[in-house]
């Protein structure tokens, strides 16, 4: 395999075959492929785009860069899911056990804050002790012994998708349709799954604010995930708001166990985390039909199994025996706790989430870069959705802050991120639509 030849290929716009792509990335491993034929290759890739099969080939290779795990033992259907991001998206977090409580294993791969979006490991390591990178004979007693596990990707996990995802961030290439699809189904490949359902977030607080955008990228990854073997298929999602209401890391593991507890009946969140539950349970073929899904997942919510299940989680990776029971004595709280309140009486109508998610990340809750500490304890609480009605002087968020000239600032911004009409706003869907 001669590097620069399949460059030179990619470059001119041919389509390359799975040897040359496989080739490509066994050098990218092994470091046989230098920084600059990486960022030349990525760089061509970006501007000649790919074909469903040379992506198909990308992700395949990428997942056979490293281990691929093997649950054939533990006789349950591997399922997981993944969300492309947004602000107050803590759906994993109860969505994970709730599956698992009607049946699926989910031994669930996921990330940490990605710009204005939070992370599900950064919201986990909140909790004292939980290890986001067991060894694997723990990882696989958890999800044998409770039916998940959310970790940390591990380093012989698709190791050529982290050392072509860092020449991606700095040579201005990750919005390549191509590679971020094989980046995503890559790893979810590499944890031995049957089925994967994708949440693909559309609006001004998602990195796809078009649906058109979204729709492209999600016909990707249902595609290329179904060409590899992995049956898949996609929610779209709206992000024009916050999904849970608060953002930041502690926050929303409280928020996680209110909602678990059976006290965010009717919010929007309730609806993406139970769709997508339907979704896994019909996929891998525990319900017939989403409505028998639905009831299976509420079921499980309200006798508090789904509650057990996440404590067990918790548990069983390090964390407190007693956390769902008594959260408020581990998890940090901010110092400075400010109230943001309506500045005119009418209805809440439009929300710039993105700024909101780099309000958290400004107060500490998130990283400005990859060695900043995180401050577990900041954010913003008590978000009240879209088309809600308020007078003037009414608490419409409350800023969690280290101290009280951070909370103020924040505070400030936060209205100007909001918006107050006269009239009651057309309320948007949340669920947008579907891709299989």
């Excluded at 977090?93 to 804050?113: E, F, Q």
């Excluded at 940090?332 to 309140?341: K, Y």
């Excluded at 088309?387 to 000239?405: E, F, R």
Aim: charged content about 20%; some cysteine.
């Amino acid at each position: 395999m001669i590097p620069q030849e399949i460059i030179r290929r990619k470059r001119d716009g041919q389509e390359l075959t799975p040897d040359e792509i496989a080739d490509f990335i066994a050098g990218l491993t092994d470091e046989s492929v230098s920084e600059a034929q990486a960022a030349a290759f990525a760089m061509a890739v970006y501007f000649k785009g790919m074909s469903r099969n040379e992506t198909v080939a990308l992700t395949v290779a990428m997942r056979d860069s490293g281990s691929v795990l093997n649950w054939d033992a533990i006789g349950r259907p591997i399922a997981d899911k993944h969300s492309t991001g947004g602000v107050g998206d803590n759906v994993s977090l109860m969505l994970a056990p709730i599956v698992a409580a009607c049946g699926l294993a989910v031994p669930m791969i996921s990330g940490r804050g990605l710009g204005h979006t939070g992370g599900t490991l950064d919201k986990l390591q909140a909790i004292p002790g939980y290890d986001i990178a067991p060894d694997a004979t723990q990882f696989r007693q958890v999800v044998e012994d409770v039916g998940c596990a959310i970790i940390g990707q591990t380093a012989d996990l698709a190791p050529a998708d982290r050392r072509l995802y860092a020449v991606r961030d700095v040579t201005a290439t990750v919005e390549s349709i191509p590679m971020i699809t094989a980046s995503i189904l890559s790893k979810k490949l590499s944890a031995g799954l049957t089925s994967l359902v994708l949440d693909v977030k559309v609006g001004n607080g998602a990195f796809m604010a078009r649906r058109e955008e979204a729709e492209v990228l999600a016909r990707s990854l249902v595609d290329v995930g179904n060409g590899a073997g992995l049956k898949t298929t996609a929610l779209l999602t709206d992000m024009s708001e916050p999904l849970a209401d608060a953002a930041g890391n502690a926050l929303e593991i409280i928020n996680c166990l209110e909602f678990l507890a059976g006290r965010k009946a009717g919010s929007r969140l309730e609806t993406v985390v139970l769709a997508t539950a339907a979704e896994m349970l019909v996929q891998a073929g525990l319900a017939a039909v989403r409505s028998e899904a639905d009831d299976m997942a509420r079921k499980v919510l309200a006798s508090g199994e789904a509650m057990e299940r996440f404590a067990r989680m918790v548990h069983g990776l390090g964390g407190p025996a007693d956390f769902c029971d008594r959260p408020q004595a581990y998890l940090p709280t901010a110092p400075v706790r400010l109230a943001v309140t309506a500045w005119q009486d009418g209805y809440l109508c439009a929300c710039d989430t993105r700024a909101l998610g780099m309000a958290v990340v400004a107060l500490g809750g998130g990283r400005m870069r990859t060695t900043d500490a995180i401050d577990s304890s900041v954010g913003i609480a008590g978000l009240q959705p879209l088309g809600t009605k308020v007078s003037h002087g009414d608490a419409i968020a409350i800023v969690h802050a280290a101290d009280l000239p951070a909370a103020e600032q924040v505070a400030d911004l936060m209205r100007r991120i909001y918006r107050i009409a006269e009239e009651r706003p057309t309320s948007a869907p949340v669920l947008l639509g579907r891709v299989e």
